[in-house]
Structure formats: structure tokens, C-alpha cells
């Protein structure tokens, strides 16, 4: 090895000669004219060393055995400091150094696909876009669907190798807590300067410093500093042929740590976000699910028409310790989704089949808000306070047709209709204060305090009529149902945790925590019939009243910490729950309790920047909830009745996976996951001779759940190009009759994206995957369930037309027929737009026609035990929309406002 030395300072004799090589962690290059510092801990020079043009370097005299700190400083890099351990020998290889490139260096020129690889800093990666060229106007999802690895939907779902971005922050701030897709398809994707995807912690977590092993796979977008100043944002309105209107705004506020942005929005199209999206894809706002109805008076989710607004605060400031944000949103919520489905059951000596067609008509209105709250008192102790609120009011009506049959042979049919009311309001808060040594910051106390409080009734008509039917088809036998339905439930909950963190040796931590979590609930059914003219007969077997009291404690102990490569995280949690039924119509008291040990094992393990692999180990508690372990009879399919199980124990969950990360060349991802459960929660139904059908919570032994996963990205002749597969086994336990039934589904799946895009001129993308289900049960092992799916989608613009774009998107989605699904089933959504800008971009005109083939149904099918079922539900039909959009974007400055660029 050869290098050029350059004069060092040292005022020491003879040392350990140190030498190493330094390059760069994206482009592969050597990182010349680089200055090296090695300093003591109390910032003493004591050498510097500087790299010539291979990256070589060595520090001249030597540096004596000891610990240090060591830096690099290079213009086009990123300052890189690390701890540096000297051992006592003669010579030191440091090896390589990699330096990261600083964004605001790189040469504004559109970055190739090859370029835009990301990189590995701990379980963070991430992308650079500070230089990424997009057309005016782009959005934040054209510019993710440009980075190797991700993939946007057309419902705007982003994935990351096939792993669901369950979260979006903007900054590290959560802004209004909803779909990403509020984000993703309003903000101006060119303020971006960095992309980073990061499994964040919980709050609790972040908080307390004692890790809980909670994961949340989350997109954090970074902007560029000018969108730290600036405020900007988006005016739509659109409307077509039927009476078809979207209505929008958005507008954002940035100051330096300060963020205030604003919405409202209303359509009758689908729409459920500041967004173009159609055919009654859901994103942006979250607004109350009707399917939450008690009583069941909902067919799905329909075609919303949604009016809602929204406002978001954060902002930090006193050196960036004091922080505050909030949101609001209101949403008002109208459906009338029509839901057909198909229900395949196997039993041991038939298949029992069940259609029904339903509709309904839902209304709701929702407030939810919440706050959160950082004041640090002192160098040493901080406070937090944070409250969530919300509350819903819902008027649904259903009504809904079913006929059901074995092996072919009418057994049963029924017409059924709910009238149904819903008032749910609910808070809750909590304050913490956390204390640590000045000597030592990693020694923390914290006590968390909270409380929360539910208030849920559910009011309604019930009215089925059924006829059961003999094997020649004749007539037997028909009953009535006509009921009042009263279901509410009104709980307080009170948690206290304690928390301590002891630093035991370097880079390591001992971590204890203790948790109680008190609940009180009364939950009231109350049911009547009809007597007299009115619903005032009470049905003593249909009604229940309890009051519950339950005692959770948990209490943790980790050693974190790391080590080199190495971050660690190993613990257990020993955990009592204690459980206290009164039933106060039968002057009755029930009790229940459970102690259980549960470890967890995280290690995450950087072999360099481009390579990390993370293993992890997990072991959980399923405890029942109150509903399933209450002895209640839910009528509200009087075809299909429930019941809770009180002799209902917990179960136990042990999981097991790994996922290995590696980004040169190609970006590869390898993942498996293996689930053991023992004891679980499952079902057991009885089916009679009629179709009647009683289910009721049991517990399990065998149940297991396997899945492994690889993805792979690289650009091949500038295109760029993606690969993913997976393979799943899940086997299921549950009684039919009295048969333990043991279901196995294998599923495999294969799949490649395409896309390159050229800017000015065109940008084409196209994802396909296959796959292949196929499920037995032992309760009848010669009924197998066995095919094939595929979903196709894709998205082709042309901007060769100054000012012009005409974009053509479509999704494909087909399921292969089985002997229990006589025909193959198939949908294709197919949107098209052209729009032109006017006024330096800020204006577009745009016309669009969506489900150009009129396509009319939503397909999806769904395997659960020995059950499979398949439903269809409305969707928008064909319609055009002309629409004009104005964008908004200027600097702000404290003695003017500018006009951005």
C-alpha cells in the first residue's frame, strides 16, 4: 500500500502507527484531500493527517495506546466523528473510513437512478433527492416512486421491498396522524432534501429510554432549508357530468422549526384526501368507520362523499428542546355501499354456502384532536403532556338478503334490516416528568401518569325474517325476529409507569420498567321485544349487564446498548392480569387472573454501510378481551349468533425472524418470520341441520405462521428494475362441531416493476404480480381450495409538449374460478388526463375521464380458518371531471414576502 503523508502535529514520542483508507459510501470513490483529526477526550489535538488522491492516510509520529475521538473533514462530505480505541502494538489499520456525501454539494444535475441508492446509518435508510430533477408541480409520491426500493399503489399504499409504511412524518412532526397519502400527493415534492425510512420506537419508548421492542415502519420525509421558510400549498376545483364535484385546499406555513398547515375538502367522487384519486380509494382523511357499528348495520365502504377540514401545528424552540404540536379534524361522512359475497365453509361432510347481498346507507360526523406537549424545567428534567380526544355521532341503516345452502341443497334464507344510532365520545391524557444526572445523561427516571375515559351507546331496531327449507326444497318451518337493541359501555382507565436507565459499562445500559393499568367498565345489552304496540318486553337471554374491573402490571428489564457494529437490545417482561366480572342481573361474580413471563431479543448488526442484518425475538401474552370473555348471546344475524366464553385463558405467541439488508450494486432484502402459537384464541362452531350457526371463542393448541420474502433493485440499461417474491404457511386451529380442524394455506407470490422516466419527455411504470394460494382442512381434506391470482398496474406519461401532460394509469386485478367460484373473476380501472400549465406553472387546467371501461365492481377474496370468502362491492362508475388547480409557493422573509422560485 502506498500514500502520501503530510507534516502532523505531535507533541508525544514514539506511538502506534495508525493508517487507514477513506471512501466514499454512494458513488464507491476514493475520498482525497481529507483532513483527519485525532483528539483527545476533552478535545486535545493530537495528530492530523491528511489523505491523498487514493484515500490513503497515516498519522506521522504515532498515536500512544488510550481512547480517543477521531474526525474527518472534507468539503464535499459530511463531518465524520467516531470514538477511536488505539490498542498497545505497533501498528493500527483502521481499514476503511466511509464518508457520506453532503446534498448541498452535489452538482445540480438531474442524479441518475444508479445514484439514487440510499444508505444504512444504524436501522435508517436513507436517500439523498436534495438534486433529483422532477417536472413543476410533481408531488412528493412522483418523487418516492423514483427511488429504488419503493413503491406506490394506485390507491397511494407505499411499500418499501414489500413492508407496508405503516406512518409519515414531514420533519420528524406527525401531521394529522392519518393516510400518508395527505402528504404524498400534496406536498411539492422538489422541497424534499432527504427521504429517510426508519423503524421508530414508540412514544412511550422515545420517552422513558427503556425499549419495548415496538417497531413502527415509518417514512420520514427532511426538507430543504428554503421550505423551512416558505409557505405554499394547492386551490383545486373540479366538477363533471352527473353532478360530480372535487373541491380542495391545502396551505402550509414554515418557519424555521414551525409548521402550521391547513386543509378542507369536498367531494362526492371518492375522494377521501386533498388528492385526484378516484374510484373510493381512502386516503388523506381519517374519518370514522361505519363498520364500527355495535349493531352491524353497515355493507362496507361504499363511494364516500365526504366534506372535512383540518388544521396542524408543531413548532420547537429554546434550543430546540421545548416542543408543541397538535391536530384537528373534523369530517362528515356519507355512503351507501351495495356489498355482494360469496361464503364457502368446509365441513366434514358437505360444503355450507352462503350468499347475501347487502346495502346501506351510513351518515357520520367525527371531532378528533390531539396535543402533545415537551417542557424541559431544566438541564436535567423535562415534562410532557399529551391528550388525544374524539367524538362520533353515526344514523345507519341496513338491509340485506341471504340464502345458504349444503352441498348445493337449500337449507335456509333470510331477509334482515337494522336501524341503528351512534354516540361515541372519548379522552384520555397523560403527563410524565424525566429526570437524569448531569454526570452521567444515560441515568434517567421518569413517571408517567394517565388517564382515559369512554363513553359508547349504540341504539337500534332490529328485524329479520327467516325460513328454513326441507332437503326437496318444501318449506318447513319460519320465524320472526323484531327487537330494541340498547349496547353501551362506559370504562375509566388509570396507568402508572416507572421508569430507570443505568448506564453499567460503555455503550451499555440497564433499563427497568413497571407499569399498572386499572380499568372499570360497565357494559349494558339490553334487548326488547314487541308487545303491546311497543318494544318494552325484555329478553332476559338477549340482555346482559356487568361490572368489570380489571388489573394489568408489567414489569420490564432490558440491557441495551452497543457494541462496535453491534446494537442490542435483550429483555424480559413478567407480566399479571387480573380480571373481575360482577353480573349484576343474575347477582353473580366472576374472577380471572394470569401470570406470564415474556422475553424479547433484538440485535442489529452493521457489517459495513452498505450491509446489515437484524434478528429478533419476540414472546407475547393474546389475553381475551372483555366482549369475548363475557357470556353475552349477539343476535344480530339470528343465523349466525355469538357467545363469550368465560373460561377463556390467555395465549402465547413466540416470534422469530431475521431480515438482512444489502445496498451496492444491486439493493437486495432478504426477510423470514416464523410465529408459534400455544394456547391461542380461536372459534369453535356449531352448524345444525338448518344452517343455524353458534360461534364461540375457544382456545387452541398448533397454531404456526411462516413467511419468507426477497426483493432485489438495480437500474439495467436505464431502466429500473425490481424483483420481489414471498412464500407463506399459516396453519390454523378451530372446532367445527366438535371437530378440532386443522386448515394449512400455502402462498407463494412473484412479482417485477419497471420504470424509467426521462425528464421533459416521458415517465412509464409498470408493476405485475402472480400468485398462488392453496388450502386444505382436515375436516374434509378432499374439498381443497387451489388458484391463482394477479394484479397488474401501471401509469405512462408524456411531457414532450412544453406545458403539456398527458398521463394514462391503470389496475388490473383477476382471480382464477375454483370449484366453489364458478367463474374466473376480473377487474381493470383504467384513468386518463391531459392538463396544460399556465402562469409559470402555478395554474393547471386538467381533463380527465376515469374508469374509462366503466368497471363496476370491487373484488376481494379472503381465507380465514376453514371459511373463504369472496365480495364485491360498488364502485364509481365512469365520469369526467374538468378541474382547475392553482399552486402556491413563496418565501418568507422577515422584512418582506418574496415570490419563490
Known amino acids: 500500500?502506498?500514500?502520501?503523508?503530510?507534516?502532523?502535529?505531535?507533541?508525544?514520542?514514539?506511538?502506534?502507527?495508525?493508517?487507514?483508507?477513506?471512501?466514499?459510501?454512494?458513488?464507491?470513490?476514493?475520498?482525497?484531500?481529507?483532513?483527519?483529526?485525532?483528539?483527545?477526550?476533552?478535545?486535545?489535538?493530537?495528530?492530523?493527517?491528511?489523505?491523498?488522491?487514493?484515500?490513503?492516510f497515516a498519522f506521522a509520529g504515532g498515536i500512544p495506546a488510550g481512547n480517543y475521538i477521531i474526525q474527518v473533514r472534507q468539503s464535499e462530505h459530511d463531518i465524520y466523528s467516531k470514538p477511536l480505541l488505539v490498542p498497545d502494538c505497533a501498528q493500527y489499520d483502521l481499514g476503511l473510513l466511509f464518508l457520506s456525501p453532503r446534498s448541498?454539494?452535489?452538482?445540480?444535475?438531474?442524479?441518475?437512478?444508479?445514484?439514487?441508492?440510499?444508505?444504512?446509518?444504524?436501522?435508517?435508510?436513507?436517500?439523498?433527492?436534495?438534486?433529483?430533477?422532477?417536472?413543476?408541480?410533481?408531488?412528493?409520491?412522483?418523487?418516492?416512486?423514483?427511488?429504488?426500493?419503493?413503491?406506490i399503489a394506485p390507491d397511494g399504499t407505499i411499500t418499501y421491498n414489500g413492508e407496508k409504511i405503516q406512518h409519515l412524518l414531514v420533519d420528524g412532526e406527525d401531521i394529522f396522524g392519518s393516510s400518508p397519502t395527505l402528504v404524498t400527493r400534496n406536498f411539492d415534492g422538489s422541497q424534499v432534501a432527504r427521504v429517510q425510512i426508519l423503524e421508530r420506537r414508540s412514544n412511550q419508548a422515545q420517552f422513558t429510554g427503556v425499549d419495548d421492542g415496538v417497531r413502527t415502519k415509518t417514512l420520514n420525509l427532511v426538507l430543504k432549508e428554503s421550505a423551512r421558510n416558505s409557505y405554499f400549498?394547492?386551490?383545486?376545483?373540479?366538477?363533471?357530468?352527473?353532478?360530480?364535484?372535487?373541491?380542495?385546499?391545502?396551505?402550509?406555513?414554515?418557519?424555521?422549526?414551525?409548521?402550521?398547515?391547513?386543509?378542507?375538502?369536498?367531494?362526492?367522487?371518492?375522494?377521501?384526501?386533498v388528492s385526484n384519486s378516484s374510484g373510493g380509494s381512502s386516503a388523506g382523511i381519517s374519518v370514522g368507520n361505519p363498520e364500527a357499528d355495535a349493531l352491524g348495520a353497515s355493507a362496507g365502504t361504499g363511494i364516500p362523499q365526504l366534506t372535512a377540514g383540518g388544521l396542524h401545528y408543531a413548532n420547537t424552540w429554546n434550543g430546540l428542546v421545548d416542543h408543541l404540536s397538535g391536530n384537528y379534524q373534523y369530517g362528515h361522512l356519507f355512503t351507501q355501499p351495495v356489498t355482494t359475497t360469496h361464503t364457502v365453509q368446509t365441513l366434514s361432510d358437505s360444503v355450507y354456502i352462503q350468499d347475501q347481498v347487502s346495502r346501506s346507507t351510513n351518515i357520520q360526523n367525527q371531532h378528533l384532536g390531539n396535543m402533545a406537549f415537551d417542557y424541559?424545567?431544566?438541564?436535567?428534567?423535562?415534562?410532557?403532556?399529551?391528550?388525544?380526544?374524539?367524538?362520533?355521532?353515526?344514523?345507519?341503516?341496513?338491509?340485506?338478503?341471504?340464502?345458504?345452502?349444503?352441498?348445493?341443497?337449500?337449507?335456509?334464507?333470510?331477509?334482515?334490516?337494522?336501524?341503528?344510532?351512534?354516540?361515541?365520545?372519548?379522552?384520555?391524557?397523560?403527563?410524565?416528568?424525566?429526570?437524569?444526572?448531569?454526570a452521567k445523561p444515560a441515568r434517567v427516571f421518569s413517571i408517567v401518569a394517565g388517564?382515559?375515559?369512554?363513553?359508547?351507546?349504540?341504539?337500534?331496531?332490529?328485524?329479520?325474517?327467516?325460513?328454513?327449507?326441507?332437503?326437496?326444497?318444501?318449506?318447513?318451518?319460519?320465524?320472526?325476529?323484531?327487537?330494541?337493541?340498547?349496547?353501551?359501555?362506559?370504562?375509566?382507565?388509570?396507568?402508572?409507569?416507572?421508569?430507570?436507565?443505568?448506564?453499567?459499562?460503555?455503550d451499555a445500559i440497564l433499563a427497568a420498567n413497571y407499569r399498572v393499568i386499572f380499568t372499570a367498565d360497565k357494559p349494558l345489552v339490553a334487548t326488547y321485544s314487541l308487545g303491546n304496540g311497543k318494544y318494552n318486553v325484555y329478553i332476559d337471554s338477549l340482555s346482559s349487564q356487568f361490572e368489570d374491573r380489571t388489573?394489568?402490571?408489567?414489569?420490564?428489564?432490558?440491557?441495551?446498548?452497543?457494541?462496535?457494529?453491534?446494537?442490542?437490545?435483550?429483555?424480559?417482561?413478567?407480566?399479571?392480569?387480573?380480571?373481575?366480572?360482577?353480573?349484576?342481573?343474575?347477582?353473580?361474580?366472576?374472577?380471572?387472573?394470569?401470570?406470564?413471563?415474556?422475553?424479547?431479543?433484538?440485535?442489529?448488526?452493521?457489517?459495513?454501510?452498505?450491509?446489515?442484518?437484524?434478528?429478533?425475538?419476540?414472546?407475547?401474552?393474546?389475553?381475551?378481551?372483555?366482549?369475548?370473555?363475557?357470556?353475552?348471546?349477539?343476535?344480530?344475524?339470528?343465523?349466525?349468533?355469538?357467545?363469550?366464553?368465560?373460561?377463556?385463558?390467555?395465549?402465547?405467541?413466540?416470534?422469530?425472524?431475521?431480515?438482512?439488508?444489502?445496498?451496492?450494486?444491486?439493493?437486495l432484502n432478504l426477510g423470514f418470520n416464523i410465529a408459534i402459537l400455544d394456547n391461542s384464541i380461536s372459534s369453535k362452531t356449531s352448524t345444525d341441520s338448518l344452517g343455524r350457526q353458534i360461534?364461540?371463542?375457544?382456545?387452541?393448541?398448533?397454531?404456526?405462521?411462516?413467511?419468507?420474502?426477497?426483493?432485489?433493485?438495480?437500474?439495467?440499461?436505464?431502466?429500473?428494475?425490481?424483483?420481489?417474491?414471498?412464500?407463506?404457511?399459516?396453519?390454523?386451529?378451530?372446532?367445527?362441531?366438535?371437530?378440532?380442524?386443522?386448515?394449512?394455506?400455502?402462498?407463494?407470490?412473484?412479482?417485477?416493476?419497471?420504470?424509467?422516466?426521462?425528464?421533459?419527455?416521458?415517465?412509464?411504470?409498470?408493476?405485475?404480480?402472480?400468485?398462488?394460494?392453496?388450502?386444505?382442512?382436515?375436516?374434509?381434506?378432499?374439498?381443497?381450495?387451489?388458484?391463482?391470482?394477479?394484479?397488474?398496474?401501471?401509469?405512462?406519461?408524456?411531457?414532450?409538449?412544453?406545458?403539456?401532460?398527458?398521463?394514462?394509469?391503470?389496475?388490473?386485478?383477476?382471480?382464477?374460478?375454483?370449484?366453489?367460484?364458478?367463474?374466473?373473476?376480473?377487474?381493470l380501472l383504467w384513468n386518463n388526463y391531459i392538463s396544460r400549465n399556465f402562469l409559470h406553472d402555478k395554474l393547471v387546467l386538467k381533463a380527465a375521464i376515469n374508469n374509462l371501461l366503466n368497471a363496476n365492481a370491487g373484488i376481494s377474496r379472503m381465507n380465514t380458518g376453514n371459511i373463504t370468502t369472496e365480495s364485491s362491492s360498488n364502485i364509481l362508475g365512469r365520469y369526467w371531471m374538468f378541474s382547475a388547480i392553482y399552486h402556491f409557493d413563496r418565501q418568507v422573509n422577515k422584512k418582506k414576502i418574496i415570490l419563490g422560485d
Open 695 to 827: 360461534t364461540q371463542p375457544v382456545n387452541v393448541d398448533g397454531g404456526r405462521f411462516v413467511q419468507g420474502n426477497f426483493a432485489a433493485n438495480r437500474k439495467i440499461l436505464g431502466v429500473d428494475f425490481g424483483f420481489r417474491a414471498s412464500t407463506s404457511f399459516t396453519r390454523t386451529m378451530n372446532y367445527v362441531n366438535s371437530d378440532l380442524t386443522g386448515n394449512n394455506t400455502y402462498s407463494n407470490g412473484a412479482g417485477i416493476s419497471l420504470g424509467k422516466y426521462v425528464i421533459d419527455e416521458y415517465s412509464i411504470r409498470v408493476s405485475t404480480n402472480f400468485a398462488y394460494l392453496d388450502q386444505t382442512s382436515s375436516i374434509n381434506p378432499a374439498t381443497p381450495l387451489r388458484y391463482w391470482t394477479q394484479q397488474h398496474s401501471g401509469s405512462l406519461s408524456f411531457f414532450f409538449v412544453r406545458q403539456y401532460e398527458i398521463n394514462s394509469t391503470f389496475s388490473y386485478t383477476w382471480q382464477e374460478k375454483t370449484s366453489t367460484f364458478p367463474g374466473n373473476t376480473s377487474v
Open 376 to 438: 424541559k424545567l431544566n438541564a436535567s428534567s423535562s415534562l410532557r403532556f399529551s391528550f388525544n380526544g374524539s367524538s362520533t355521532a353515526g344514523r345507519n341503516q341496513f338491509a340485506a338478503s341471504e340464502s345458504s345452502s349444503f352441498n348445493g341443497v337449500p337449507v335456509n334464507g333470510t331477509e334482515r334490516t337494522i336501524q341503528s344510532q351512534v354516540d361515541n365520545h372519548g379522552l384520555n391524557g397523560e403527563i410524565g416528568w424525566r429526570i437524569s444526572a448531569a
Open 104 to 151: 448541498d454539494t452535489l452538482t445540480a444535475v438531474t442524479i441518475s437512478g444508479q445514484s439514487l441508492r440510499p444508505k444504512l446509518k444504524g436501522d435508517t435508510l436513507e436517500y439523498s433527492t436534495e438534486n433529483i430533477r422532477l417536472q413543476p408541480n410533481a408531488a412528493v409520491e412522483e418523487l418516492l416512486r423514483r427511488l429504488p426500493g419503493l413503491e
Open 233 to 273: 400549498g394547492k386551490v383545486e376545483a373540479g366538477g363533471g357530468d352527473n353532478g360530480d364535484y372535487n373541491l380542495n385546499a391545502i396551505g402550509s406555513l414554515f418557519t424555521g422549526k414551525q409548521q402550521i398547515t391547513i386543509l378542507g375538502l369536498a367531494s362526492n367522487v371518492g375522494v377521501m384526501g
Open 1 to 56: 500500500m502506498g500514500f502520501s503523508l503530510f507534516i502532523g502535529i505531535n507533541g508525544f514520542g514514539q506511538g502506534v502507527h495508525v493508517y487507514g483508507r477513506l471512501k466514499d459510501t454512494i458513488l464507491n470513490r476514493n475520498c482525497g484531500n481529507a483532513t483527519l483529526s485525532v483528539l483527545k477526550k476533552d478535545s486535545t489535538l493530537l495528530g492530523i493527517a491528511r489523505s491523498d488522491v487514493g484515500g490513503y
Open 451 to 506: 388517564m382515559s375515559k369512554s363513553d359508547n351507546v349504540n341504539t337500534g331496531y332490529l328485524y329479520s325474517n327467516n325460513r328454513f327449507f326441507q332437503p326437496n326444497g318444501i318449506l318447513q318451518s319460519s320465524d320472526t325476529t323484531d327487537e330494541r337493541k340498547q349496547i353501551s359501555d362506559h370504562s375509566a382507565s388509570y396507568t402508572f409507569n416507572l421508569a430507570y436507565t443505568q448506564p453499567v459499562w460503555k
Open 551 to 667: 388489573l394489568r402490571t408489567q414489569s420490564t428489564l432490558n440491557l441495551q446498548g452497543k457494541i462496535k457494529q453491534l446494537t442490542y437490545v435483550v429483555g424480559s417482561d413478567w407480566i399479571t392480569y387480573g380480571f373481575q366480572q360482577k353480573d349484576i342481573l343474575h347477582d353473580s361474580t366472576g374472577r380471572y387472573r394470569y401470570d406470564n413471563l415474556a422475553s424479547h431479543v433484538m440485535l442489529t448488526f452493521m457489517f459495513d454501510p452498505h450491509l446489515g442484518l437484524q434478528l429478533g425475538y419476540s414472546s407475547l401474552t393474546q389475553a381475551p378481551s372483555l366482549s369475548q370473555l363475557e357470556p353475552v348471546i349477539n343476535n344480530n344475524d339470528p343465523l349466525h349468533i355469538s357467545i363469550g366464553n368465560p373460561e377463556l385463558k390467555p395465549g402465547f405467541i413466540q416470534n422469530i425472524g431475521f431480515n438482512i439488508r444489502r445496498i451496492s450494486t444491486w439493493m
